[in-house]
């Protein structure tokens, strides 16, 4: 059977993604053989609609269950409508979150979890994984080393020219 998972990042180690249609990974997973594809959610910077296209992405991939915290409305109906049972609720490692769902401990949703525009960006910033942020403070590392030896070159010339 195929399910997918909402991720915040692009393998099992990840946590859930709490949201479904501004989700930033989905990992659609084969519950009997463990292979796994890694899509990159597109739809996430979208205007509208994100909940509707995210649900038919992951109907077109033959997924059977959805786990994710949250359903909007609009996915839950088009989840519902393509015979894609979601769970909500759903928190932890992926490669955990798999487990108990093999194991049986997850019920499917009745209705959606939250309202139309839960997943809309706000005004807080959200949390990046682990990863990501590891990522962007060696990259803000090299940037200071480059403007500090930047720096040093003019405070040089500067000293040079004084000296004239």
């Known amino acids: 059977m195929k399910i997918c998972i909402t991720s915040l990042g692009n393998n099992l180690d990840?946590?859930?993604?709490?949201?479904?249609g501004r989700c930033r990974y989905f990992i659609v997973v084969d519950s009997d053989t463990s292979e796994f594809e890694v899509i990159e959610n597109l739809n996430i910077a979208g205007r509208g609609g994100v909940g509707i296209q995210s649900a038919q992405l992951v109907s077109n991939k033959g997924v059977e269950v959805v786990l994710t915290g949250n359903t909007g409305p609009n996915a839950y109906r088009t989840l519902e409508a393509a015979g894609i049972k979601a769970i909500t609720g759903v928190s932890g490692k992926i490669k955990e979150v798999i487990e108990k769902f093999k194991k049986g401990e997850y019920e499917s949703a009745s209705s959606s979890s939250v309202s139309a525009k839960f997943g809309m960006q706000t005004s807080q910033p959200q949390?990046?994984?682990a990863e990501?942020?590891?990522?962007?403070?060696?990259?803000?590392?090299?940037?200071?080393?480059?403007?500090?030896?930047?720096?040093?070159?003019?405070?040089?010339?500067m000293d040079d020219l004084k000296k004239e």
């Not at 990522?135 to 040093?152: H, M, P, Y």
């Open 14 to 20: 990840s946590e859930v993604d709490p949201r479904f």
């Open 127 to 129: 949390k990046k994984p």
């Open 132 to 157: 990501e942020e590891s990522n962007q403070i060696d990259d803000l590392e090299k940037q200071a080393k480059s403007l500090r030896e930047k720096l040093n070159e003019i405070n040089k010339k």
